[in-house]
């Protein structure tokens, strides 16, 4: 059984560019966590999805981030005109059900130039 | 919102040596403790993890305690070995029909042969 796949590993953006991150949950598990990891931090909570919902969303930025969750294909988290802040290691977790445990992929690490 | 602090940043111990890492949380309310394992260039793996209606949880080389009134809970490596060397990460949650987990800023832990 494959873990959580992520990609690209690493994704080098220019600031203005779009930047998307793509998270494939293991298999049989519906649920989506995305994580933001800055260096030499803890991980942060940004959104948590469902099969085609955001439930909760209250760790993103309000502007320029969105995620989606759709109903084939892997989870994306979007980042629009992307800035030097933005540069972090992000993680997405899936779990089969919202109250069990969560199984991390092994991230994305973006820079921004 | 939950605060999750987490102590001590850096710990160095002698091959066969015991490590104890611990944390504490603001939230009285959380439910769920999670232990992540962050090696160098990969994504937190669950290494053991305690809900509020247990004080203590082992798994071989590994065991975390809880104590609910004073809002600490700490992990515990016996034998050490090289190979434990890694990020260490603490996690609180409270199960609000999801577990939006609130991590430490992680204790880096180096094991000497």
């Known amino acids: 059984n494959a873990g959580v796949m992520q990609n690209p590993r690493h994704l080098v953006r220019r600031r203005g560019q779009e930047a998307r991150l793509r998270c494939s949950p293991m298999?049989?598990?519906?649920?989506v966590y995305w994580y933001r990891q800055l260096p030499e931090e803890g991980l942060k909570f940004m959104v948590y999805?469902?099969?085609?919902?955001?439930?909760?969303e209250s760790g993103m930025p309000k502007e320029r981030f969105s995620a989606e969750f759709p109903k084939e294909g892997p989870s994306i988290l979007r980042i629009q005109q992307v800035v030097r802040g933005d540069s972090a290691a992000y993680f997405c977790?899936?779990?089969?059900?919202?109250?069990?445990?969560?199984?991390f992929g092994p991230g994305t690490r973006l820079t921004v130039l | 919102g939950e605060n999750v602090e987490q102590h001590p940043s850096t710990l160095s111990v002698q091959e066969g040596d015991s490590a104890v890492i611990k944390c504490t949380y603001s939230?009285?309310?959380?439910?769920?403790f999670p232990w992540y394992k962050q090696e160098l260039g990969k994504g937190p793996q669950l290494i053991i993890d305690?809900?509020?209606?247990?004080g203590e949880k082992k798994d071989q080389r590994i065991a975390v305690t809880l104590n609910k009134t004073a809002k600490h809970f700490s992990l515990h490596i016996t034998e050490t070995q090289p190979e434990d060397s890694a990020v260490y990460f603490c996690?609180?949650?409270?199960?609000?029909?999801?577990?939006?987990?609130?991590f430490g800023t992680g204790t880096r832990l180096l094991v000497s042969p």
């Open positions: 999805l469902q099969k085609e919902n955001i439930i909760d």
């Open positions: 977790a899936s779990s089969p059900g919202s109250s069990n445990e969560q199984f």
């Open positions: 939230d009285s309310a959380s439910n769920y």
């Open positions: 298999k049989g598990h519906s649920h």
């Open positions: 305690i809900r509020s209606n247990v």
């Open positions: 996690a609180a949650s409270i199960d609000t029909g999801f577990q939006k987990l609130v």
